[in-house]
């Protein structure tokens, strides 16, 4: 065979492979995960072999950066919206729209009014208006009708749904006849726990120890049902948790008349909304009135918050310092453990993990917005990214260059003459056209090189598995 013959049949042969491997539509399924309130380090507080196991057969990124007010339901629309709580609207888990005259409280479960989800659209619907299905177990805000829809399979919200009922409604829908290709799976710890016990009790050892063994259920019955080594399965969180303490609680009734205001949402972060007349009664009154309390007039929010342009965030906003607590009185309900203050506190940051065909593996990155993973989630399925704050241009490096996105040429060259609307677009598809050509001949031959690999492994899957199931005992020890 001549050079020439081979370098041919070579590219040709790749070419037909990349084809078939990059299109494969199995790689566009994604299974997100979200255990509530499970803190970055928890993941070393006891062994977690499974998540160990995530992490060495797939990416981790160690440090989270959420978004503000560092609470379940602001959290959990960013995960699936990309957007500021200010952009979303679920500003907190209480919240009083004043032009809508309407309250929204997670307390009471009075979150099902469609007008306080709909300043975003949630990618189930993004990904359902695209052709595909999207089904989603106890997810916060799946089982609200949103722009007129719901996901295409969910199930009204039940916390008394055990993990494995939810596990096997997963499994299902990805398996069914119109199998979904986006799954989002909710569970409530270690949230619960942590607020009870604190995030400082030996008592959390076996909270995090239990959701060690749910994750490897999770990926057992994923195994089971040939979606493992075909599913992106993200695993992630809305915020951390801190430890509280009676030694440390602000008491505004000591401040503050009470008559003078409502108190729309709590601790950390007051919402508080002056009775007509007495704004600047309660402002003075509050401003100074403990030194772990910080009070803003809502045009003073420091902008990196994100956290002031929408009718929901209230005209004065009094955020305690970590492990502070606000009460308007001590007969409030008290919880030793927990979150919502400041973002740009440790302790308030989530995990995140995934393993699938388009994650490397065993890749460590230092840090992440969660707003990122939006634009990564509407890669991953190949949809259309409604606009965001998140870039996928900073968590690109967590996927194998074999994940397919075809650069459409002409957008390319649009772009290429300047975009106005930054957040709408991938910044990725910025790139001119011809450097997409120059990395093209690299990718073929990573596709040669990747493919031949997935080649051997196939060959031999109980060997792999094998493998998997030594590793753990080791990490166990
Ligand atoms: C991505 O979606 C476009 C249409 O939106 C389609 O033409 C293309 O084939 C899809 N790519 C893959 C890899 O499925
Ligand atoms: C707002 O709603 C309450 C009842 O929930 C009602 O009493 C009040 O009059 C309404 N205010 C306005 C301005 O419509
Ligand atoms: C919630 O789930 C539990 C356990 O599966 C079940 O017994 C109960 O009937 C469910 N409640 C509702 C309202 O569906
Ligand atoms: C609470 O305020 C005191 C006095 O200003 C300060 O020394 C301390 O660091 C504050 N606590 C926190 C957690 O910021
Ligand atoms: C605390 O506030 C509640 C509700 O406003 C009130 O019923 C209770 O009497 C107050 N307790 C004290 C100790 O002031
Ligand atoms: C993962 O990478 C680390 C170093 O980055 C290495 O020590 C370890 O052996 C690797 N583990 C696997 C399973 O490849
Ligand atoms: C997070 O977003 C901010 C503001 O957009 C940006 O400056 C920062 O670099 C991002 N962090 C990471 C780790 O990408
Ligand atoms: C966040 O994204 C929304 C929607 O594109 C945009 O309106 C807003 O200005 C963005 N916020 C920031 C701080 O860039
Ligand atoms: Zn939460």
Redesign the pocket.
């Known amino acids: 065979m001549t050079p020439q013959f081979l370098l041919v049949s070579f590219v040709l042969a790749a070419l037909t492979l990349e084809t078939t491997f990059s299109l494969q539509p199995d790689q566009q399924k994604v299974l997100l995960v979200s255990f509530d309130g499970f803190r970055w380090d928890y993941l070393y507080k006891v062994p977690t072999p499974h998540f160990h196991y995530i992490m060495q057969s797939g990416v981790h990124v160690k440090q989270v950066t959420n978004i503000f007010i560092t609470k379940t339901y602001p959290n959990h629309y960013t995960l699936v919206t990309g ?2 709580a200010e ?1 979303h609207g679920i500003v907190a888990n209480d919240m009083f729209d004043p032009i809508l005259n309407k309250s929204f409280s997670l307390d009471d479960m009075n979150i099902y009014d469609s007008e306080f989800w709909e300043e975003a659209t949630p990618i189930w619907v993004t990904n359902q208006r695209e052709g595909h299905s999207s089904g989603a177990a106890m997810w916060p805000g799946a089982d609200v009708k949103i722009h007129n829809s719901f996901p295409t399979h969910y199930m009204p919200y039940n916390e008394s749904m055990s993990f494995e009922d939810r596990v096997a409604k997963i499994i299902e829908w990805f398996t069914s006849k119109e199998p979904i290709n986006l799954g989002l799976l909710y569970w409530e710890e270690p949230d619960d726990m942590g607020h009870h016990l604190g995030p400082d009790s030996p008592l959390m050892g076996p909270v995090i120890s239990d959701i060690d063994k749910k994750l490897g259920y999770l990926i057992q019955m994923l195994k089971n049902a040939k979606l493992w080594n075909t599913v992106n399965l993200i695993i992630t969180s809305d915020h951390g948790m801190t430890q509280c303490s009676k030694q440390r609680v602000i008491e505004l009734d000591q401040y503050v008349d009470k008559e003078h205001y409502t108190l729309i949402d709590r601790s950390p972060v007051a919402a508080i909304l002056p009775k007509e007349g007495k704004f600047d009664e309660v402002y003075e009154a509050l401003a100074h009135a403990h030194p772990n309390l910080t009070v803003y007039k809502k045009e003073e929010i420091p902008e990196r918050w ?1 956290y002031k342009y929408n009718n929901r965030i209230q005209p004065i906003i009094a955020v305690a310092d970590e492990g502070w607590y606000i009460l308007q009185n001590k007969s409030d309900d008290f919880l030793l453990g927990n979150h919502g203050y400041d973002n740009a506190l440790a302790e308030m940051h989530p995990i995140f993990l995934a393993h699938g065909p388009a994650f490397r593996k065993n890749f460590t990155k230092e840090a992440m917005n969660s707003t990122d993973l939006y634009p990564m989630l509407c890669h991953l399925l190949n949809i259309t990214a409604m ?3 998140g870039s996928l241009r900073n968590v690109q490096d967590l996927l194998n260059s074999a994940t397919p996105k075809a650069i459409p040429y002409t957008q390319s060259t649009t772009l290429l003459l300047g975009s106005d609307q ?3 677009y991938e910044p990725e598809e910025a790139y001119p056209y011809f450097i997409g050509l120059a990395l093209g001949s690299v990718i073929v031959i990573v596709f040669f090189a990747v493919f031949i690999k997935h080649l051997i492994q196939s060959q031999m899957p109980a060997l792999q598995d094998l493998q998997a199931e030594i590793v753990q005992p080791l990490l166990q020890a």
């Open positions: 957007l500021f952009n994100h606009p965001h704050n930054p957040g709408e």
